[in-house]
Structure formats: structure tokens, C-alpha cells
């Protein structure tokens, strides 16, 4: 028997990824950042990200550090550029690093349906990137929180307890990443109570965005400070309204903690924000210093620049996915496949621990089981593929079979017609429609049953049952 596949792809993620000028809430490439992160001593990247330069098919990468086979790697903050579009199809790359700290990129194969390219045993992903077809940069949207002032983008705000911090958001000092200013902020008592924040316009629906990223600068180096064997850590929280969706270190995403003076370039994927999962907008964010062990604070003065949300690429993971073929063709890969029972089959998964599998069956039911009532005569179409449809009328109607061209009803498809008034009901094929039958295509009587099967591109059979 033939079935349909239906995957549920995961939200707050890059769901723009395909049409990111125009975000959508439901979309056939999810970051797999969304799903629980995996926990291994094998191969996987520990830190650091990537970000669209906002030039050509430049992307800047982070510091990284990263696991190859258990053993620990690093890198130093570079920039890949990207090949351009192939004319006719989408692809994705993947940048990559490996074991000597070169970062690289893959280029992915072109196609309808394209399929994300392997990565070799000796590298690890840093995430993938959605290059349509004959795209010259890539399909970035971006929702700028801070660039220039406190009201440029979202509205700028400080909060806490005294001593609170303080903030420039318009300094000149350090150099600003890009623009004419940059927030500088100072934070006197390091708790996540003390913050500087941002408040968004309008709400920002999580689920069209792959990941927030923002410039960095340390005017000193923030381990040690104070005798401190941990240091500083400088953190970020996205909230939703009063609710918080979670926080996270920066240094977990390529803040190198003793790199001063200079600019360094912080990615965060927004499925690592995975609180309050029921809440689907971003309201606003929150800056703040966290330290390990109380003591008597110093001021610590951090810049911030260029903060942003992005779509159109994807956050790496260390998620196996799967590629899904239908007659060797590709279709698409997904890290989850979700099994829908419908109509004339009913899906059983039996998790098998003991042997590390999961059976999978699919049994055949009633596919009479979605009646629509009272009709008076109309084109089968598509969604009426097992139903059982009661045709109620006093007056003659008829039911026409469309080319398959026009209603591209499944081949195989069963639907059954009822005559439930007294008006006669006969079954039509358009011009090009083979219909055969016993003789007649005119229902018997009135709660007689007609049965129409389709065989093949435009060929029906058609049988009728007396009540």
C-alpha cells in the first residue's frame, strides 16, 4: 500500500529559511538547534558561531573551541565567504572546522529538494547556510535591536537595584563595531537583578528566527578580576513578555573572556533559549555580569554593538539527521519523522530498547470513516479520497469526475456516494475520463450507495450497492 510520510518540523528556528524576506510560521528546513542537545565526548563544536557579514556571501565565525574525537580544538575568529548561487536550484553549505583550526566550507549539491552535505569525521559543524538559487548574498532577514542610539531599533532601558549599572548608548568610545555609536555599559554589582535591557517595538515571533547575535568589546580581561579563580561572566536572557525563555553565557558562544580590545563577534541560536515553550514572541533581551563568588565589586565597563536577530541559516548541531528518498529520489532530511494515521492506515511504533530499535507498522483500517453531509452535486476532488459523501436533494444532481489534470485525485483513491434524498444522482466523467460500470451511472434509489475506484491517470471504476 502507498502512505504519505508527514513530518512536524520543530519551531524556533530558522522556519524564514526558504523565503526568508517573507517568514512563515511553518517551513520544510528547521535548525536542529531546536532539539535537546546532544551530550558527547566525540565530536561536536563546544563554543563559538557564525554570522552573516551583511556583505556579499562573507559570513564571520567566531572564536571556537570544539571536540574531534574527544580531544579538544580551537580556532581564532576568521571570515569564509560562500560561493554563489547555482542558477536553477537552492543549495546548503556548511562551515566547517577542523583539527588544524582551519574553517572551511562545504558546498552543498543543488537541487529541487536539496539535501545538507556531509561532514567529514576530521571536522566539526558550525552550521549550515540556505543559498537559493542564483542568490549573490544569502537569504538573511535581520530585526536590528541595537545599531546607533537607544531609540533607533528597540527602545534602550537600564534596570536594578542600587548601585545599577549605567549605560552610553550612544558612546564614541571604544570605536564602534560599525556606525557612529555603541552601547557601553558599566555594571558595578554583578547579578542577573542588574541589567541593561532592550524592548522590542512590536513582538518578534520566535519561531521565524534562527539566532541573535551581537559585537562584543572587553576594555579588560574578565577572568581573575578581584582574585576571582572564575571571573565574570557576561550573560544574555530573552524574555517574552514577563516570562523569561531562558539565558545564556556569552563566552558559551564565542566571547573569548581575556581577548581585549577589539570587537568579537557573539552567535547565539535561539533554540538554546528553550523556556516556557508554550510563549511564541520575543519582547525583549537583557545584558547583564554574573559572577561566581560575592565579593566587593569593581566597575566593569563591556561595549556592545551590531545586535540583532537573524534568519535564513542554521544553528550546528551535533543531532544525527536523516535523508528521506521517495524511489531514490531525494525529498529532504530531518533530524524527526512524525508518523500521521489517516485515512485507510493506522501507524503502530513499538520502541524496542532491548535490540535499539523502533518498529514500525502500518495497518490498514476503515477509510469510510469521514462522512460529509448534505451535498447537492459538485466536482470530486482531492480531499474527498475516502470519504463517504451523502448527496441530499429533491432535484436530479450530478457528481463529475474531473481530469486528473484538473483534481489530482490520488490513483487508488476509493469514494463512496450516497443518493439521500429523492432526487436521482448520477455519476459523470468529464470528456478524456474513462469511466466503466456495470451499466448506467445513475444511483438506483434514494440511500442507495455508488462506490467510485481510481485505477489509473484518468480511469475510474464505478459500482453501485441497493439498500
Known amino acids: 500500500m502507498s502512505s504519505n510520510i508527514n513530518r512536524n518540523l520543530p519551531g524556533y528556528a530558522y522556519d524564514a529559511a526558504t523565503t526568508a524576506n517573507t517568514?512563515?510560521?511553518?517551513?520544510?528546513?528547521?535548525t536542529i538547534a531546536d532539539l535537546p542537545q546532544a551530550v558527547s565526548s566525540g565530536t561536536q563544536l563546544l563554543t563559538g558561531g557564525a554570522s552573516w557579514s551583511g556583505t556579499g556571501m562573507?559570513?564571520?565565525?567566531?572564536?571556537?573551541?570544539?571536540?574531534?574525537?574527544g580531544i579538544n580544538y580551537s580556532s581564532s575568529a576568521t571570515t569564509v565567504t560562500l560561493s554563489v548561487g547555482d542558477p536553477s536550484d537552492p543549495r546548503f553549505d556548511a562551515i566547517v572546522v577542523d583539527e588544524f583550526g582551519v574553517v572551511s566550507v562545504i558546498t552543498g549539491t543543488p537541487a529541487a529538494n536539496p539535501l545538507i552535505p556531509t561532514v567529514?569525521?576530521?571536522?566539526?559543524?558550525?552550521?549550515?547556510?540556505?543559498?537559493?538559487?542564483?542568490?549573490?548574498?544569502?537569504?538573511?532577514?535581520?530585526?536590528?535591536?541595537?545599531r546607533e542610539s537607544q531609540a533607533g531599533d528597540w527602545a534602550g532601558f537600564v534596570s536594578g537595584a542600587a548601585p545599577a549599572p549605567t549605560a552610553n548608548f550612544t558612546s564614541a568610545t571604544?570605536?564602534?563595531?560599525?556606525?557612529?555609536?555603541?552601547?557601553?555599559?558599566?555594571?558595578?554589582?554583578?547579578?542577573?537583578t542588574r541589567y541593561v535591557g532592550f524592548t522590542a517595538p512590536s513582538p518578534l515571533v520566535r519561531a521565524n528566527y534562527a539566532a541573535v547575535s551581537l559585537r562584543v568589546y572587553l576594555p579588560q580581561a574578565l577572568p581573575g578580576l578581584d582574585g576571582l579563580s572564575q571571573g565574570r561572566r557576561p550573560a544574555m536572557m530573552v524574555r517574552s513578555g514577563t516570562s523569561s525563555l531562558g539565558f545564556r553565557y556569552l563566552d558559551q558562544h564565542g566571547l573569548n573572556p581575556n581577548l581585549t580590545g577589539t570587537w568579537q563577534l557573539v552567535t547565539i541560536p535561539l533554540?538554546?533559549?528553550?523556556?516556557a515553550a508554550n510563549l511564541s514572541t520575543i519582547t525583549s533581551i537583557r545584558l547583564f555580569l554574573v559572577e561566581f563568588v560575592s565579593t566587593t565589586p569593581v566597575y566593569i565597563d563591556i561595549a556592545y554593538d551590531d545586535i540583532k536577530f537573524q534568519t535564513g541559516f542554521g544553528p550546528q548541531s551535533n543531532i544525527a539527521t536523516v535523508d528521506l528518498l521517495e524511489n531514490a529520489a531525494a525529498v529532504g532530511s530531518t533530524a524527526k519523522l512524525n508518523f500521521i494515521s489517516g485515512a485507510g492506515?493506522?501507524?503502530?511504533l513499538i520502541n524496542d530498547a532491548i535490540n535499539n530499535r523502533i518498529n514500525v507498522a502500518a495497518n490498514s483500517v476503515n477509510a469510510y470513516v469521514t462522512p460529509e453531509l448534505n451535498l447537492v452535486g459538485r466536482?470530486?476532488?482531492?480531499?474527498?479520497?475516502?470519504?463517504?459523501?451523502?448527496?441530499d436533494s429533491a432535484t436530479p444532481t450530478t457528481m463529475t469526475i474531473q481530469l486528473n489534470s484538473t483534481f489530482n485525485i490520488p490513483v487508488g483513491a476509493v469514494i463512496k456516494i450516497s443518493q439521500q434524498g429523492t432526487g436521482n444522482v448520477t455519476i459523470?466523467?468529464?470528456?478524456?475520463?474513462?469511466?466503466?460500470?456495470?451499466?448506467?451511472?445513475?444511483?438506483?434509489?434514494?440511500?442507495?450507495?455508488?462506490?467510485?475506484?481510481?485505477?489509473?491517470?484518468?480511469?475510474?471504476?464505478?459500482?453501485?450497492?441497493?439498500?
Not at 130 to 138: K, R
Not at 379 to 391: H, R, T, Y
Not at 433 to 455: D, E, M, R, W
Open 23 to 30: 517568514p512563515s510560521g511553518t517551513n520544510p528546513y528547521a
Open 58 to 69: 562573507d559570513f564571520d565565525v567566531s572564536d571556537l573551541t570544539y571536540l574531534i574525537n
Open 271 to 275: 533554540g538554546f533559549f528553550n523556556g
Open 174 to 192: 571604544p570605536t564602534p563595531f560599525q556606525g557612529a555609536a555603541c552601547l557601553l555599559a558599566s555594571y558595578s554589582v554583578y547579578s542577573g
Open 379 to 391: 466536482s470530486l476532488i482531492p480531499d474527498d479520497a475516502g470519504k463517504f459523501l451523502m448527496v
Open 345 to 348: 492506515v493506522e501507524w503502530s
Open 428 to 467: 459523470n466523467g468529464v470528456p478524456g475520463v474513462n469511466l466503466y460500470n456495470g451499466g448506467g451511472t445513475t444511483i438506483p434509489g434514494q440511500y442507495s450507495v455508488a462506490t467510485v475506484t481510481k485505477t489509473d491517470t484518468d480511469t475510474w471504476y464505478l459500482e453501485f450497492s441497493l439498500v
Open 120 to 146: 567529514p569525521t576530521d571536522q566539526v559543524l558550525v552550521q549550515y547556510v540556505l543559498v537559493n538559487a542564483g542568490a549573490v548574498t544569502p537569504s538573511i532577514t535581520n530585526s536590528f535591536v541595537y
